[in-house]
């Protein structure tokens, strides 16, 4: 019941500021920007596409870290998420945790405080990264998500939500660190708004 109020106060708090707490608009990798097609990321991606990758997939630098980096886009051919998987930790000589940190850090730093579920904020969009790190921990025994911390940033048209997670697959624990970047319209938070207006109004 607590996290139930505490994600109602979380969604009332972000549509009473939709007005006067607008961001502007950030800089993604590249000037890459939501809604961009297929063809104008890939113009701006200066990384080496995945060969054979299904998806719009690049292996490239993320920074200075390694890093396969994954665009995703709707019906219309519109990006909506990015996913950066970092993997190579001994490659670029640095720990998964270290790595989580940094990302955290760096984040939160840019973007403003992160969500947080002690105090029953947290976002009931799903964002891709946890999408897929959980996905990936389902089809792989002996696999967990270790850390997951979540941002939402409000933009002059709708809002961007971020997922960062920290997990390992198998018994050898190989640790991935995943950052996703996802659109979230204005309908769907319309939708969200609508949603838990009505479940709290039958409980």
């Not at 720990?95 to 029953?120: H, W």
């Not at 947290?122 to 946890?130: C, D, L, Y």
Request: aromatic share 12%; with cysteine.
């Amino acid at each position: 019941m607590k996290k139930l109020i505490g994600i109602i106060v979380l969604v009332v708090l972000l549509f009473s500021c939709t007005i006067s707490c607008y961001a502007e608009q950030p800089s993604l990798r590249n000037g890459i920007w939501f809604g961009d097609t297929k063809e104008e990321v890939e113009s701006k991606e200066t990384s080496t596409p995945k060969k054979g990758a299904f998806l719009s997939a690049y292996e490239g630098k993320v920074g200075n870290y390694t890093a396969l980096i994954s665009y995703f886009y709707d019906k219309n051919n519109k990006l909506t998420d990015i996913i950066y998987n970092f993997m190579e930790f001994r490659k670029d000589n640095i720990s998964e945790e270290a790595l989580f940190n940094l990302l955290d850090e760096t984040i939160t730093a840019k973007y403003g405080d992160k969500l947080d579920i002690r105090k029953g904020e947290t976002h009931v969009f799903v964002g891709k990264g946890i999408e897929q790190a959980v996905y990936e921990v389902k089809d792989t025994g002996n696999s967990q998500v270790e850390k997951y911390n979540e941002w939402l940033y409000m933009l002059d048209t709708g809002a961007m939500k971020i997922d960062l997670v920290k997990y390992y697959l198998g018994m050898f624990k190989i640790y991935r660190v995943m950052l996703s970047y996802s659109y979230v319209s204005p309908e769907q938070l319309q939708k969200i708004e609508d949603n838990v207006n009505s479940l709290s109004n039958d409980l």
